[in-house]
């Protein structure tokens, strides 16, 4: 990663890029709107590509049977708590 761009810019260029999202772009992502459903309207297929891909670029393993693993994908500002947290550098 980057150190010189923000987490939150870099999580969002990671789901942009990883989901293959077109038509959105970095500005259209609210830290705090909603993930799936009526926000950005991701899927459960979305949620285990973006699980890889959080591996892959940050080291941040998630189960997909915990409990916590919903509410880490909540909002893209949960998504870089999350990471903040996990983070392997």
Do not use: C, W
Request: glycine share 6%.
């Amino acid at each position: 990663m980057n150190q010189s761009v923000p987490l939150s810019l870099d999580l969002k260029h990671m789901i942009i890029d990883t989901l293959e999202l077109e038509d959105v772009t970095p500005e259209d992502i609210d830290d705090h709107a909603p993930l799936f459903g009526e926000g950005l309207g991701l899927d459960s297929i979305d949620a285990l590509e973006l699980g890889l891909a959080l591996q892959k670029r940050y080291g941040v393993t998630l189960d997909a049977e915990a409990e916590d693993t919903r509410r880490h994908f909540a909002s893209l500002a949960a998504l870089q708590a999350l990471v903040e947290e996990r983070r392997v550098n």
